[in-house]
């Protein structure tokens, strides 16, 4: 197999990334331990394997969603310190603004 040379520049360029002198030094090489790793795994014969999403069956944990009655008007008002109807009464919070 011949030695890679990956351009790191031309690679942080399209990044959008401005890399000293030494961090192009220290990034050339692990550059092309990454492409050989991934031609590496290309090399593997996956015919007849199926594609998936993730590497284990996953299950819902999850309970079947089923509509169920909700709480009263009554109910959610009961303990609010003042309202108005069927609404709960707020004070008015304007941050920054004077009158």
């Given at each position: 197999?011949?030695?890679?040379?990956?351009d790191?520049?031309?690679?942080?360029?399209?990044?959008?990334l401005?890399?000293?002198?030494?961090?192009?030094?220290?990034?050339?090489?692990?550059?092309?331990?990454?492409?050989?790793y991934?031609?590496?795994?290309?090399?593997?014969?996956?015919?007849?394997?199926e594609?998936?999403m993730?590497g284990?069956?996953?299950?819902?944990?999850f309970?079947?969603?089923?509509?169920?009655?909700?709480?009263s008007?009554?109910?959610a008002?009961?303990?609010?310190?003042?309202?108005?109807g069927?609404?709960?009464?707020?004070?008015?919070?304007?941050?920054g603004?004077?009158?």
């Amino acid at each position: 197999m011949e030695k890679l040379k990956i351009d790191v520049a031309y690679v942080a360029e399209l990044a959008r990334l401005e890399l000293t002198d030494e961090e192009k030094a220290v990034f050339q090489p692990q550059l092309e331990n990454i492409v050989k790793y991934v031609e590496k795994i290309s090399s593997v014969d996956v015919d007849g394997v199926e594609p998936m999403m993730h590497g284990r069956e996953l299950v819902n944990a999850f309970r079947e969603d089923v509509v169920r009655p909700g709480m009263s008007t009554e109910t959610a008002l009961a303990n609010a310190p003042k309202r108005v109807g069927d609404e709960f009464l707020l004070p008015k919070i304007v941050e920054g603004a004077e009158s």
